[in-house]
């Protein structure tokens, strides 16, 4: 009986493993999903459906000023790489620090939570 009681908090232990980080990253979509109501007035988060700025569906990973159908601004233009994580998380922090003289009217996000919930958030819509 006692290997069994160990065999079955081994096995609540690894379950436990498994949910609690699903769990996690739902609350920080769901936050992520709150921040991004200051994006929303300029940004969709429909595939090709651009407003004052470029739509972000598909924004991680994707190749900056990649959308053949928005108009970046030079600075944009003239950058490199990708739109991945640590790019992200710098430009919405501060994004004239990142990219000087893009045309986002944002000051950024200080918070670093928030950052990475908005991006887990991003993360979850496709082009």
Known sequence: MHNKNKLLLFISSIISLAIFPLQ?????????????????ACHSLEPGVNL????????VN?????DASYRYSKSLKNATGNWDVSTL?????NPQALFPGNRMPYSGLINAAERKALIDYLMTFKP
């Open 89 to 93: 998380n710098k430009f919405i922090e």
């Open 62 to 66: 994707r190749q900056i000023a990649a």
């Open 52 to 59: 004052i700025g470029p739509s972000l569906a598909g924004i």
């Open 24 to 40: 996690s990253f739902s609350q920080n979509v769901s936050l992520g999903e709150k921040a991004f109501n200051e994006c929303r």
